[in-house]
């Protein structure tokens, strides 16, 4: 792959070249959660847990949840060549004002052009973009079963903040890790 790709603000026309991405990914682990009832109150443990064999999956994409963020008031990046309609991958953010707080709903990359630094770069234009707005907190949702995301959520100094079983549609259980964007209060 050309280091050369670009970032820019997607559109609604780019929805369909997004959802044509491949969004298949292998992982040997999961966080399995666990919930057990402790003097008055639970105790819940993740722990990282090797698979008996592979798992081959697919990153559950939306056009819903990609066209809410296309307005000017949420963040919808997409990476790809300079000079083409080619896509490398995307980033979807909806911006809670109340909050002061960017939900990073999706990152992907295209299997064929992952591990080459295009979902760092849209992270850190994400961010800039946030901080350009005024957001505080930057928060990422993932699943227990996406142990690549989690390990990227943590290489780029995420935090775990918490989870909700009842969250996705697939009826994975979604944990979320957060990052302070260390700006003070507007």
Same mark, same amino acid.
């Given at each position: 792959?050309?280091?050369?790709?670009?970032?820019?603000? *997607?559109?609604?026309?780019? +929805?369909?070249?997004?959802?044509? $991405?491949?969004? !298949?990914?292998? /992982?040997? %682990?999961?966080?399995?959660?666990?919930?057990?009832?402790?003097? *008055?109150?639970?105790?819940? +443990?993740?722990?990282?847990?090797? $698979?008996?064999? !592979?798992?081959? /999956?697919? %990153?559950?994409?939306?056009?819903?949840?990609?066209?809410?963020?296309?307005?000017?008031?949420?963040?919808?990046?997409?990476?790809?060549?300079?000079?083409?309609?080619?896509?490398?991958?995307?980033?979807?953010?909806?911006?809670?004002?109340?909050?002061?707080?960017?939900?990073?709903?999706?990152?992907?990359?295209?299997?064929?052009?992952?591990?080459?630094?295009?979902?760092?770069?849209?992270?850190?234009?994400?961010?800039?973009?946030?901080?350009?707005?005024?957001?505080?907190?930057?928060?990422?949702?993932?699943?227990?079963?996406?142990?690549?995301?989690?390990?990227?959520?943590?290489?780029?100094?995420?935090?775990?903040?918490?989870?909700?079983?009842?969250?996705?549609?697939?009826?994975?259980?979604?944990?979320?890790?957060?990052?302070?964007?260390?700006?003070?209060?507007?």
């Amino acid at each position: 792959m050309t280091a050369t790709f670009i970032i820019r603000d *997607g559109l609604a026309s780019d +929805l369909s070249a997004c959802l044509a $991405l491949d969004h !298949t990914y292998e /992982t040997d %682990y999961v966080w399995q959660m666990s919930l057990t009832p402790e003097g *008055g109150g639970w105790q819940v +443990l993740f722990k990282k847990e090797r $698979l008996p064999r !592979t798992l081959q /999956t697919a %990153y559950d994409a939306s056009e819903h949840r990609l066209r809410a963020t296309v307005p000017p008031d949420h963040c919808f990046l997409v990476a790809g060549e300079r000079d083409s309609d080619v896509l490398y991958g995307y980033l979807s953010m909806r911006y809670e004002p109340s909050r002061r707080v960017g939900w990073i709903q999706d990152v992907m990359v295209d299997r064929a052009y992952r591990r080459a630094g295009v979902a760092s770069r849209l992270m850190r234009v994400a961010r800039t973009w946030a901080i350009e707005r005024g957001i505080t907190r930057l928060m990422v949702e993932t699943q227990t079963r996406n142990v690549p995301s989690i390990g990227f959520c943590t290489a780029l100094g995420f935090a775990f903040c918490g989870y909700n079983d009842r969250y996705l549609d697939q009826q994975d259980i979604a944990v979320f890790f957060g990052q302070s964007l260390g700006q003070s209060a507007r």
